[in-house]
């Protein structure tokens, strides 16, 4: 049974990126006691960077579960890491550096390969590998950031590409209608079989695409990228600023957790 999207609404930007480690670290925990290690996808785009700053603050960077946590990407800008377009760059910045965290948790998609094909099949080597899930058809993230594009994008999973329709490969290109068009990144397979997917939208800009993910007034709108994750055992969770809700009729959870 697919579970229904959980839907929080923070007034602010400043609520909305603490609820958001908040979030992020209660998964951690209960990943690290329950498994041992805990296995994250950081999304790409601008929308993360408040929650790196966040998780990253003196008061949340003594967490001890980092030392168990392993950082995968869920997709990247086929660029070199260095480039400001990188989604590595961004997490590098924000939070691998003011982190501390050692190289070897950190595995990033090569964005800098000369062959894209080849950077998504040594991807999935990679998380076939570290994800101890060898002999499975999927891997099981145990947290999943995803932003969300005006177009209902996702990760580089974009309307009417080749990549949407990727029903085996873990890893695969994708090709965006902006540059740096070509890009690397998860499939909804793997997407769907992640513990948790957290999806962050801030701002009056998302307000349209997240009315239309998640009170879709036409069927086409079922049929955008974004709207094809649902996890199949995790949980879906939304979360939102009241910018980005302002088009929602609701009702949904306000804050941490009262329902509006
Ligand atoms: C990317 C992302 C992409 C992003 C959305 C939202 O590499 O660009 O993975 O899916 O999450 O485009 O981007 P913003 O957060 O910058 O609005």
Same mark, same amino acid.
């Given at each position: ?18 609820? $958001? ?12 006691? *329950?498994? !041992? ?23 949340? $960077? ?31 910045? =924000?939070?691998?550096? /003011? ?12 964005? *800098?390969? /000369?062959?894209?094909?080849?950077? #998504? ?11 101890? =899930? ?41 090709? $965006? ?16 079989? =992640? ?7 801030? !701002? *009056? ?21 974004? #709207? ?14 009241? $910018? ?9 959870? *306000? !804050? ?5």
């Amino acid at each position: 049974m697919l579970a229904s999207p959980e839907v929080h609404v923070l007034s602010d930007i400043q609520q909305w990126s603490a609820e $958001a480690a908040t979030l992020t670290l209660d998964v951690q925990r209960q990943a690290v006691k *329950e498994r !041992g290690r805990f296995l994250i996808a950081l999304s790409g785009g601008k929308t993360p960077e408040q929650v790196y700053h966040r998780l990253a603050s003196p008061s949340l $960077a003594m967490t001890k579960e980092w030392s168990s946590t392993l950082f995968f990407f869920s997709d990247e800008r086929c660029v070199p890491p260095a480039n400001p377009e990188s989604n590595y760059r961004v997490a590098e910045q =924000a939070l691998f550096r /003011p982190l501390n965290i050692p190289q070897n948790r950190i595995h990033r998609m090569r964005g *800098e390969h /000369p062959e894209p094909h080849a950077a #998504a099949r040594e991807y999935e080597d990679v998380l076939r590998a570290v994800s101890q =899930a060898d002999r499975m058809p999927w891997p099981q993230l145990d947290l999943i950031m995803l932003g969300i594009g005006n177009d209902g994008h996702t990760a580089s999973l974009f309307p009417g590409t080749d990549a949407l329709q990727e029903r085996r490969r873990w890893v695969t290109v994708g090709h $965006a209608p902006s540059n740096p068009s070509t890009r690397l990144t998860l499939t909804l397979g793997v997407i769907n079989q =992640a513990t948790v997917v957290l999806f962050l939208a801030s !701002g *009056e800009s998302k307000s349209d695409i997240v009315k239309k993910i998640l009170e879709p007034q036409q069927e086409s709108n079922r049929q955008l990228p974004a #709207a094809l994750v649902r996890p199949e055992r995790g949980r879906l969770i939304w979360l939102l600023d009241r $910018a980005a809700a302002a088009k929602l009729t609701g009702p949904y959870t *306000e !804050g941490h957790g009262t329902p509006t």
